[in-house]
């Protein structure tokens, strides 16, 4: 499998504003995972945009996907500060899932 | 409906010594999946099983580690002669299908070797 990375490694902003974080990867993928992680805890599963799929939407959470430029955006509208987490991507192109290093995300009260 | 669970949630071993971390699926998965997280870095795959198989394990180290996933009871990670650098989060993970889909994850074991 192959590991996707993710960009920023850390990303502040206040509440209220959007987050974006992309990641790329280099081969051909099934779909693409994005987790969240938050401090010391188990990894939770955000979405899951498949191959044939530019967009998906799930709550505040917009996740796009290029097959072309090999990359994907998560984007969190109107942010909270529960979601200060580490927010990772997954490319899934065979049973296991490997992992960045992650784009920390903190926001401000 | 009950989330995987692992236990401990930490342990401390002292260098030489053996650690047992376990691991129980969500129930109606049978696809687990093993990942070690070292301080500041992503999850890398250890390795995954089905029950009473190991179906993928390219991310073990070759040597002091083994997985087990019995046919009744928990998965389980073990580590023979541990080292400080086993010291790391080990998270388990289940699903209910084979394939890159969607992955449920425990709290993960803490482990420490001193």
């Known amino acids: 499998s192959q590991q996707g990375e993710e960009d920023p490694q850390a990303l502040s902003i206040q509440e209220g504003e959007n987050a974006t974080m992309n990641c790329s990867y280099k081969?051909?993928?099934?779909?693409l995972q994005w987790y969240r992680q938050n401090s010391g805890r188990g990894l939770v599963h955000l979405i899951l945009?498949?191959?044939?799929?530019r967009e998906k939407h799930s709550g505040r959470l917009r996740v796009t996907l290029d097959t072309s430029k090999k990359s994907s955006s998560l984007l969190i509208t109107a942010s909270r500060a529960a979601d200060t987490a580490s927010y990772f991507c997954?490319?899934?192109?065979?049973?296991?899932?490997?992992f960045g290093a992650g784009t920390t995300v903190t926001v401000r009260a | 409906n009950a989330g995987v669970m692992q236990n401990p949630r930490h342990l401390v071993r002292r260098r030489g010594q053996e650690a047992r971390l376990r691991c129980s699926p969500m129930?109606?998965?049978?696809?687990v999946y093993w990942y070690r997280q070292l301080p500041e870095e992503g999850l890398k795959f250890m390795v995954y099983?089905?029950?009473?198989?190991?179906?993928?394990e390219s991310g073990m180290p070759k040597e002091r580690f083994s997985a087990e996933f019995p046919k009744e009871g928990p998965s389980i990670l073990r580590i023979q002669q541990v080292v400080r650098g086993d010291s790391a989060a080990y998270f388990c993970?289940?699903?209910?299908?084979?394939?890159?889909?969607?992955?449920?994850f425990g709290p993960g074991t803490r482990l420490t070797v001193t």
């Open positions: 945009i498949r191959s044939n799929e």
């Open positions: 129930k109606g998965h049978s696809h």
């Open positions: 993970a289940s699903s209910v299908r084979q394939g890159p889909y969607e992955q449920y």
């Open positions: 099983l089905q029950k009473e198989n190991i179906i993928d």
């Open positions: 997954a490319p899934g192109t065979s049973d296991k899932l490997s």
């Open positions: 081969t051909s993928i099934n779909n």
